[in-house]
């Protein structure tokens, strides 16, 4: 390395908004990324003056305080997938957000196809990484509707706490929301993001999640400013409050340039409508 102020690979592509910490691994142990002329391995480190090439492609490496910092709300419905490309042809998440210049949006957590609600992008990898790490723990609300007969007792455990396939989880939070039989909602908080934790805290008291909605992710609620399939971007105020929550210092959030302006109303006005969809299949992966 030519820079003796180094971090590590997967945090400074993350950063500069090629995708998440955990993606950026992927793509290192993959063999995607070169320093220096040199395949890169997990645990290298990079400074400033390297040269790092992403699928043989230069990368613009970029200090903490460079990176631009926009949070955008979008309004997941069922049937959608959290990944930039489904080789089946799905619908993807990231085909209704607003296009970026010499940027990408990273997803801050994901749902899985059949479940609906707030996810959060944005251009900032640190923010990302921070607001999806245990460590931070970061509250998600859930709207829930349960099938079958729900017993005081099962709450109990769920919030007490029960030993899942990989390791012990519960709620923190389990509120009733009306309803009956069939059709009765809870609103459920929990402090991960484990695959399908949700769904399987119900299972495991013999009870089946029909519906899944997520309505808050930290301090940032689900609400009338986007509509299923639409997205919406946060103000300097949420976005400050979301830094503090993840141990960040505040960043004005940059004013969009005349062309940006102009593209992301024409990405905001071509939203396709969400109704009429084929039942989306079971998928593998789960919410975080």
């Not at 709300?73 to 490309?85: S, V």
């Not at 707030?118 to 509250?139: C, K, V, W, Y």
């Amino acid at each position: 390395m030519t820079d003796t102020n180094t971090e590590k690979l997967q945090k400074v592509l993350a950063r500069a908004g090629y995708g998440s910490r955990r993606e950026m691994e992927t793509a290192i142990s993959a063999g995607r990324i070169k320093v220096n002329g040199q395949v890169a391995t997990l645990g290298d480190r990079v400074g400033q003056r390297d040269r790092v090439l992403l699928d043989d492609r230069p990368i613009n490496l970029r200090a903490n305080d460079e990176v631009p910092r926009r949070v955008i709300m979008y309004n997941k419905p069922e049937g959608e997938l959290c990944t930039r490309k489904d080789p089946e042809g799905r619908r993807t998440v990231f085909e209704r957000l607003p296009r970026l210049k010499g940027e990408r949006w990273i997803a801050i957590g994901r749902l899985d196809i059949n479940t609906s609600g707030l996810l959060l992008f944005t251009t900032d990898g640190e923010l990302a990484n921070r607001l999806m790490h245990p460590s931070h723990q970061i509250e998600r609300e859930y709207a829930v509707r349960v099938m079958g007969n729900v017993q005081r007792q099962h709450i109990l455990n769920m919030v007490e706490g029960v030993m899942l396939d990989d390791g012990p989880a519960r709620f923190t939070d389990v509120q009733e929301f009306g309803g009956e039989g069939i059709n009765t909602w809870f609103h459920v908080v929990i402090m991960e993001g484990r695959n399908r934790e949700v769904r399987r805290l119900w299972e495991s008291q013999g009870l089946t999640v029909s519906r899944l909605k997520r309505v808050r992710y930290g301090n940032i609620f689900l609400d009338k400013r986007a509509k299923a399939g639409e997205w919406t971007e946060m103000t300097q105020e949420e976005i400050d409050e979301l830094s503090t929550m993840a141990g960040l210092e505040p960043r004005k959030v940059p004013e969009l340039t005349p062309d940006e302006k102009n593209r992301w109303s024409r990405d905001k006005n071509k939203r396709r409508p969400v109704t009429a969809m084929k039942k989306p299949r079971r998928s593998s992966r789960e919410d975080s």
